[in-house]
């Protein structure tokens, strides 16, 4: 049994839309004002406060002439706001995230959290805390038989789209599968797979360019805070959503197929944060959305109960030949196939594919470390990818091409040098 999330859009009727804008805001303003208490707590006087401490803020807040109106909303979504700022703090303690920052109110997320005491679900229909009617959900795909949603929330994106989330259990079928892949990710074909199958990047954002390069000339032209203006920017961001949508959809069935074909999967530890700063491929790699399918794949993996391996981002599965195991010098981007001094010659996506699937299954059979640390903060090398010079570390001779008809059964990266078969 697994938490699943089943996203539904749902058109609220003008007296809904007006109470989830009143919710969505007063959500905003709870959430800033006890970040604004919780940093100057600590800044004057060294003091941590808690959840429990910025709820009763909130019941004093409730009684105030200037705030009496977050009485007119569920309590519900106030406290779980404040849930969620404790969930920011406790991330940014634990060093996974930066500090918690406060709402905009034209660019931070429009949602609102329901507990089950904020919400009746009955005979398939939804009535939300303060509202007298059901919503009006468009039930694209069924619930799970007879599943009961534990949590709801209600959004609102940038093109004005509402959307419903329900938390549901459900029990997912086990499907046995006995294949070993390994992918390289890229921009000529998004994904490159050991078995030499390539497929095919979609590019989504050049498909819609003129049409949001129109939209985008369009907005620049009405005068700020008119209402043409705000027309202007949803058309903008309908053609921004109808993007997003087609490469959500296109990831969510590449990954579902692989996790379904195979019982390990073998990835690499790509930062695309710092591919980003080249500014010739930053709009494709934003469009690849590397780091999308990453999460998807990881999530499922663990759902179906398959292995999911990241090698190192610092291995060179580009310059290292597949059959013999030599190290190229270099290889430029716009090499995209090349010749081995063993005279093996490779397609440069497929070759790096192979090489990955083979450096994590040799993780697996030495149990090294599946994510090593980054060590530039130590070394002060560059965040980019780049060959360490522990990759042709305890490589045999004849691996690195001093003895190219020597037997390529030794595998570097695995400390018994044996290619795990």
């Given at each position: 049994?697994?938490?699943?999330?089943?996203?539904?859009?749902?058109?609220?009727?003008?007296?809904?839309?007006?109470?989830?804008?009143?919710?969505?805001g007063?959500?905003?303003?709870?959430?800033?004002?006890?970040?604004?208490?919780?940093?100057?707590?600590?800044?004057?006087?060294?003091?941590?406060?808690?959840?429990?401490?910025t709820?009763?803020?909130?019941?004093?807040?409730?009684?105030?002439?200037?705030?009496?109106?977050?009485?007119?909303?569920?309590?519900?979504?106030l406290?779980?706001?404040?849930?969620?700022?404790?969930?920011?703090?406790?991330?940014?303690?634990?060093?996974?995230?930066?500090?918690?920052?406060?709402?905009?109110r034209?660019?931070?997320?429009r949602?609102?959290?329901y507990?089950?005491?904020?919400?009746?679900?009955?005979d398939?229909?939804?009535?939300?805390?303060?509202?007298?009617?059901?919503?009006?959900i468009?039930?694209?795909?069924?619930?799970p038989?007879?599943?009961?949603?534990?949590?709801?929330?209600?959004?609102?994106d940038?093109?004005?789209?509402?959307?419903?989330?329900?938390l549901?259990?459900?029990?997912?079928?086990?499907v046995?599968?006995?294949?070993?892949v390994?992918?390289?990710?890229?921009?000529?074909?998004l994904?490159?797979l050991?078995?030499g199958?390539?497929?095919?990047?979609?590019?989504h954002?050049?498909?819609d360019?003129?049409?949001?390069?129109?939209a985008?000339?369009n907005l620049?032209?009405?005068?700020?805070?008119s209402?043409?203006r705000?027309?202007?920017?949803?058309?903008?961001?309908?053609?921004h959503?109808r993007?997003?949508?087609?490469?959500?959809?296109?990831?969510?069935?590449?990954t579902?197929?692989?996790?379904?074909e195979?019982?390990?999967?073998?990835i690499?530890?790509?930062?695309?944060?710092?591919?980003l700063?080249?500014?010739?491929?930053?709009?494709?790699?934003?469009?690849?959305a590397?780091r999308?399918?990453?999460?998807?794949l990881?999530?499922k993996?663990e759902w179906?109960?398959?292995?999911?391996?990241?090698v190192d981002?610092?291995?060179?599965?580009?310059?290292?030949?597949?059959a013999?195991?030599?190290?190229?010098a270099?290889m430029p981007?716009?090499?995209?196939?090349?010749?081995?001094?063993?005279?093996q010659t490779?397609?440069?996506?497929?070759?790096?594919?192979r090489?990955?699937?083979?450096?994590?299954l040799?993780?697996?059979?030495?149990?090294g470390?599946?994510?090593?640390?980054?060590?530039?903060?130590?070394?002060?090398r560059?965040?980019?990818?780049?060959?360490?010079?522990?990759?042709?570390?305890?490589?045999?001779?004849?691996?690195?091409?001093?003895?190219?008809?020597?037997?390529?059964?030794?595998?570097?990266g695995c400390?018994g040098?044996?290619?795990?078969?």
């Amino acid at each position: 049994m697994v938490k699943r999330a089943f996203k539904y859009r749902f058109y609220p009727s003008p007296e809904q839309a007006a109470e989830l804008a009143r919710t969505f805001g007063c959500v905003r303003l709870v959430y800033n004002m006890a970040l604004q208490a919780r940093t100057e707590a600590w800044t004057l006087r060294q003091e941590r406060v808690n959840y429990n401490a910025t709820s009763a803020m909130l019941t004093a807040w409730k009684k105030t002439e200037e705030l009496a109106f977050l009485n007119e909303v569920s309590s519900v979504p106030l406290q779980q706001a404040l849930r969620h700022l404790q969930v920011a703090f406790t991330n940014f303690f634990a060093k996974r995230a930066r500090y918690p920052t406060f709402k905009s109110r034209k660019r931070s997320r429009r949602s609102a959290e329901y507990t089950t005491s904020a919400f009746r679900w009955r005979d398939g229909r939804l009535t939300l805390a303060k509202m007298d009617a059901p919503l009006d959900i468009v039930w694209s795909r069924p619930l799970p038989e007879g599943a009961s949603p534990s949590t709801v929330t209600v959004s609102q994106d940038s093109a004005g789209r509402w959307f419903v989330s329900l938390l549901c259990e459900d029990r997912v079928e086990p499907v046995p599968a006995t294949g070993v892949v390994g992918v390289d990710a890229g921009l000529d074909s998004l994904l490159t797979l050991s078995t030499g199958e390539k497929i095919t990047n979609p590019k989504h954002e050049r498909r819609d360019r003129a049409a949001l390069a129109r939209a985008q000339r369009n907005l620049a032209r009405k005068e700020k805070g008119s209402a043409n203006r705000a027309k202007a920017r949803l058309k903008v961001a309908r053609v921004h959503a109808r993007i997003a949508d087609r490469r959500r959809d296109h990831l969510h069935k590449l990954t579902t197929r692989l996790v379904r074909e195979n019982q390990t999967i073998v990835i690499e530890d790509l930062t695309a944060r710092n591919m980003l700063r080249n500014h010739n491929l930053a709009r494709a790699v934003s469009d690849a959305a590397w780091r999308q399918f990453r999460t998807m794949l990881e999530y499922k993996t663990e759902w179906h109960g398959r292995t999911l391996v990241v090698v190192d981002r610092w291995f060179p599965s580009s310059k290292l030949c597949s059959a013999c195991g030599a190290l190229a010098a270099r290889m430029p981007l716009h090499v995209r196939s090349w010749t081995c001094r063993c005279r093996q010659t490779h397609d440069r996506d497929v070759n790096a594919a192979r090489n990955i699937l083979a450096e994590g299954l040799s993780v697996i059979a030495c149990g090294g470390g599946v994510r090593p640390q980054r060590e530039s903060s130590r070394t002060r090398r560059s965040p980019m990818k780049q060959e360490p010079q522990r990759a042709t570390a305890g490589i045999p001779a004849f691996r690195r091409g001093e003895d190219v008809n020597g037997p390529p059964s030794r595998r570097a990266g695995c400390p018994g040098g044996v290619l795990p078969a």
